[in-house]
């Protein structure tokens, strides 16, 4: 059973920077999509980026396109996000999940694994 954990968050001001990552422990297999998910104070949770291990391929939500790039490094099972241009509200905790089965997992009932999370403060 592959276990995630996050780790990069904290504090920072407005435009500007954090990249988080997540590491798996045990095997990530191609078929897996890799995403996060955020979910800030009284909001449900919602779709950031995701990547296909096969490929590579990515997708965004429409909200951090252009400000966000989610990367993998196969060799060290583990899944980044550089976030730019960040903006109070992307404060949030920030967590991984792996999905499979699936062509293009953006609902959180379509990943199975979730690591615990990373916070994200953003000061204006």
């Known amino acids: 059973q592959v276990q995630l954990v996050e780790s990069g968050g904290g504090l920072v001001q407005a435009e500007g920077s954090l990249r988080l990552s997540c590491v798996a422990s045990g095997r990530i297999f191609s078929s897996y999509t890799m995403g996060w998910f955020r979910q800030a104070p009284g909001k449900e949770g919602e779709f950031v980026a995701a990547?296909?291990?096969?490929?590579?391929?990515?997708y965004y939500a429409d909200s951090v396109k252009g400000r966000f790039t989610i990367s993998r490094d196969n060799a060290k099972n583990t899944v980044y996000l550089q976030m730019n241009s960040l903006k109070p509200e992307d404060a949030a905790v920030y967590s991984c999940a792996a999905s499979w089965g699936r062509a293009t997992p953006v609902r959180p009932h379509e990943y199975a694994i979730w690591g615990q999370g990373t916070q994200v403060t953003v000061s204006s």
């Open positions: 990547i296909r291990w096969n490929d590579g391929s990515t």
